[in-house]
């Protein structure tokens, strides 16, 4: 498809202008400068470089949240009064006895109390994980006894269906704080978090924090076994600040809108530290896609920098584009992408709606931050990822015998796409899995998982999972996860779980099923395992679709192939079948 | 399909949520509470339920009204306006 040409003025008012430039004359060690530290020699804390240094004087005034609530409420919350509400909830933790170091896991909607509970948590040098609100309780017990969870900041409403019933599960939770959203007694075994808020002191001094302090802790799935906790440090704010200047063209004062949930690491990254390191206002929308919706806050809010995803994109233009263009932008400057490759027709319809491309870019939660990008400056190819941000090298890299690595030979040849180690907000570990998160490094690289090509002008282009993984709505979600959740179904002998394509949504995911004897494969056992699993997994990640079938493919070491399903699924030739077990 | 009643048409809306979301407890749903919400569902959920509406009522639903859909009751109100239209 036809590439979008930049003109030299819309380059030369972007943060980064140049490219080739900008990468020649960055280091990292610059970009902490761009940071203040905290007072003294006290360290790095992500807080502090997000709130409160910007809570004083004049700036303090400015707004650094402006909140839309579903039903039309309105708050802005000025930098001041963030640092405020955050040093507030800090000193709850440190009043419950809460140590440094300790898990905090938040599950709500987007809440003004998870905010200021993300920042007072980090401040307080507590380990945060943001959980999907849409999740089930199935994946909220894992990642909570994974994690450690010993606080749960969550609402009422949240509390009784998700996480009373598994309650005697989570291992290490000892405080559970619900912020009211219904009129019920508060529910056994939970403080309301109000009155705590209210009387705590507003006034904390963050204590000295090493750069390479644990501080955000984001779940990820794995094609086997169970979801994999990538672990960030308190300098990976390095990295949000520096990415989203140069990726998302972010500056001081700008109104920034970022639809990603911060139970997904957008939403942490971009949705919370990054645009409020820079001094910008975050638009925070309550409520879930509604395309006219999002018309209207774009105008009325006088969104300046938008960050969105693919499927949001998608949905928007199944509506046409004359809905967006019965609006006017004169705010909006820049638009970007991220959550899988957005195709060609998406970019352009960016232009065709709203008068500005889509900018692609990639990263996953591992690398913390945005890696690869189709900047402000530089010409658009349609479907490409982009290229690496400044301080960040990226190749294709075949395996070789030996277990090395090797860049491939030609353009345009897929490979593993691979990052050279060493940028700030790269994850320290996967917790408690070391040996997994040693398996992504080889060489000085880290396997990104993902295959991709590079072209001859330098732009990489996303070819493929390496795996199985399944990418919904821009979510990754595991396949064993929820194979696992259906395997606990009395009627279920066994469960292969596949990502189909879909035009909206990427893939769906989809689970065939074999059942145990003596259960009737009829539509209304169909229902129930679907039902079954939504109870369990959330409509985030379990199946849209379920298929009973006599008997999955397996292989002669009695693994279910996965790739086989998929292959049938799509009508796609099967490919070898060798190791494939005689059917039954 | 104007003559269908209310009762007809609440029974066609819960039965197309069901067969998206079969665990959804329709019934005890309060009235007047956001329904999916409360009940989950998705935007991806959200069209399919919208497609299957359209397959049995002949209703299509463009973006622009999906704001009278909050509600079960505005659901409903919306789709016997639109039939008897």
Redesign the interface.
């Known amino acids: 498809m036809e590439i979008l040409r930049k003109s030299r003025r819309e380059a030369r008012e972007t943060v980064l202008d140049d490219y080739p430039s900008a990468c020649a004359g960055f280091s990292w060690d610059e970009a902490r400068t761009w940071l203040d530290g905290l007072p003294g020699e006290g360290g790095l804390n992500i807080a502090h470089e997000a709130v409160d240094r910007h809570a004083t004087g004049e700036a303090g005034e400015r707004t650094a949240i402006r909140w839309l609530g579903?039903a039309g409420a309105r708050r802005e919350i000025r930098y001041r009064e963030l640092a405020e509400l955050s040093a507030r909830f800090a000193n709850v933790l440190g009043e419950l006895g809460v140590a440094r170091g300790a898990g905090v896991f938040l599950l709500a909607g987007r809440i003004p109390e998870l905010y200021l509970a993300v920042l007072g948590a980090l401040k307080h040098g507590a380990v945060v994980t943001p959980l999907f609100s849409?999740f089930g309780p199935e994946p909220i017990a894992t990642r909570m006894n994974l994690g450690e969870g010993r606080v749960l900041v969550t609402t009422t409403s949240l509390y009784r269906r998700k996480v009373a019933a598994i309650r005697d599960r989570l291992e290490s939770l000892e405080h559970v704080l619900v912020v009211r959203d219904d009129d019920q007694a508060l529910p056994e075994g939970t403080r309301e978090l109000g009155p705590l808020l209210d009387a705590a002191s507003p006034e904390y001094a963050i204590p000295a924090t090493d750069p390479e302090q644990p501080a955000l802790l984001h779940f990820t799935s794995g094609t086997t076994g169970t979801p994999k906790g990538a672990l960030h440090v308190h300098q990976a704010v390095v990295a949000h600040h520096a990415t989203a200047r140069f990726a998302l063209d972010l500056r001081a004062g700008d109104v920034f809108w970022c639809t990603a949930d911060p139970g997904w690491v957008t939403g942490t990254s971009y949705g919370i530290i990054a645009p409020l390191s820079l001094g910008a206002t975050l638009v925070v929308d309550e409520a879930?896609?509604?395309?006219?919706?999002w018309y209207r806050i774009l105008e009325e809010e006088a969104v300046s920098v938008w960050y969105t995803a693919p499927?949001a994109v998608r949905?928007m233009m199944?509506?046409g584009s004359e809905?967006a263009r019965s609006r006017a932008y004169p705010s909006l400057r820049f638009i970007a992408s991220v959550g899988e490759p957005l195709n060609p027709q998406a970019v352009h319809w960016g232009v065709e709606a709203f008068g500005l491309p889509i900018h692609d870019n990639w990263w996953q939660t591992e690398t913390g931050g945005i890696m690869i990008a189709n900047f402000a400056c530089m010409d658009i190819r349609p479907g490409a990822m982009g290229k690496p941000l400044p301080g960040i090298e990226a190749a294709v890299l075949r395996h070789l015998p030996d277990g090395g690595v090797a860049r491939v030979d030609h353009h345009d040849e897929e490979g593993e796409l691979a990052l050279r180690v060493g940028w700030p907000s790269m994850f320290r570990t996967y917790l408690h899995e070391e040996a997994r998160y040693r398996r992504c490094f080889v060489d000085g690289w880290y396997l990104t998982g993902d295959l991709a090509r590079r072209d001859p002008e330098g732009y990489f282009w996303f070819v493929g999972r390496a795996d199985d993984m399944i990418k919904s709505?821009g979510h990754l979600i595991g396949p064993f996860e929820v194979e696992s959740a259906l395997m606990e179904h009395p009627a279920v002998a066994e469960v292969g779980v596949i990502g189909k394509p879909d035009p909206?949504?990427g893939e769906?995911v989809k689970a065939f099923v074999a059942l145990k004897p003596g259960h009737a494969p009829d539509e209304a056992l169909r229902?129930?395992l679907?039902?079954?699993a939504?109870?369990r997994l959330?409509?985030?990640v379990a199946p849209?679709e379920i298929e009973i079938q006599a008997s999955l493919p397996r292989t002669r070491s009695g693994k279910i192939m996965r790739r086989l399903l998929k292959a049938r699924e799509l009508g796609l030739p099967e490919g070898d079948t060798s190791t494939l077990e005689t059917s039954r | 399909m104007a003559h269908l009643s209310r009762d007809t048409l609440r029974e066609t809306v819960v039965d197309c949520i069901l067969a998206v979301a079969p665990e959804a407890d329709v019934d005890s749903l309060p009235p007047g509470r956001p329904w999916r919400e409360a009940l989950e569902i998705d935007s991806f959920d959200f069209l399919n339920i919208l497609v299957d509406l359209e397959k049995r009522l002949g209703v299509s639903v463009p973006e622009s009204d999906y704001h009278e859909l909050a509600t079960l009751d505005g659901l409903i109100d919306y789709l016997e306006r639109r039939l008897t239209a």
Not at chain 1, 288 to 293: G, I, N, S, T, V
């Open positions: 579903k849409a879930e896609f509604d395309a006219e919706r499927t949905m199944k509506g809905r709505a909206v949504i769906i229902r129930e679907l039902g079954f939504r109870q959330g409509p985030a849209k």
